[in-house]
């Protein structure tokens, strides 16, 4: 039930809708007084949302600083969550603008930071079709010459709860000794974290696919911009999901 209503109900958490609902109300209201005054709540609301800047502010804020990796560390295994691939009309699966995650998993593997690589992903959509996207990763990264014997696959969940559940089973059947290095992206960290340990995974984060600028803000960042309608939907959908999680 969970799984369903935190795909039926997600777009009340979008921006774009709360200015949409106060600009109905507004059109219907007859009192004048409190027409002008959601509709000014609405251009506000906006602004707010549609520019950059404040977009940036909470993004800095949310973002988990990642461990520095010590030199000639090497983890047992970097858990990879899902989310950076998808597939096409045809069936084929194909990378997203989420794929950076897919490129540092790589990168740690091949770098030597990682002895073995975990990909953890399913299918999550809400009428799930046949296609598990840790299974299909698994043949890229055999393209980029990562040995059979050092992939784990999980492809079976479909959110980040069952991520860290069916992981956490994994690392244990194959004696992978912890901590993990968990490789998500940016915005998905805090909550991620949270999740793999109170699942009892004991993970060192490595963020990548940063949706803010990383630069310094200028005064072009408090010009609207359609874009962070975008950024905020996934920093609200993180927002609530973590709440949710942590007092679940």
Request: one cysteine or more; aromatic letters at 14%.
């Amino acid at each position: 039930m969970y799984f369903v209503l935190s795909k039926v109900l997600l777009f009340l958490l979008y921006p774009a809708f709360w200015v949409l609902v106060l600009f109905v109300i507004a059109l219907l209201l007859k009192n004048s007084k409190r027409k002008q005054h959601l509709f000014i709540g609405a251009v506000i609301l906006f602004y707010v949302f549609s520019v950059p800047l404040f977009l940036n502010l909470f993004g800095h804020a949310w973002s988990i600083k990642p461990d520095s990796l010590r030199k000639n560390q090497v983890y047992s295994c970097a858990i990879i969550l899902g989310g950076f691939s998808s597939v096409d009309k045809y069936g084929n699966g194909l990378f997203n603008g989420a794929s950076d995650r897919f490129i540092e998993g790589v990168k740690l593997f091949n770098t030597g930071a990682a002895k073995n690589v975990l990909i953890s992903g399913g299918n999550g959509n809400l009428i799930p079709g046949y296609f598990k996207e840790a299974s299909w990763v698994k043949t890229q990264l055999l393209l980029f010459n990562v040995p059979d014997s050092n992939i784990v696959v999980e492809s079976n969940s479909r959110n980040t709860i069952e991520n860290a559940m069916y992981s956490k089973a994994l690392l244990q059947k194959m004696g992978l000794k912890p901590p993990y290095l968990l490789v998500t992206s940016d915005f998905h960290m805090r909550r991620a974290k949270m999740i793999f340990e109170k699942e009892g995974v004991p993970v060192v984060p490595y963020p990548c696919d940063y949706t803010v600028t990383q630069n310094r803000n200028t005064w072009g960042d408090l010009i609207p911009d359609g874009g962070s309608f975008g950024g905020w939907n996934i920093y609200l959908k993180e927002l609530v999901g973590y709440v949710v999680d942590k007092w679940k």
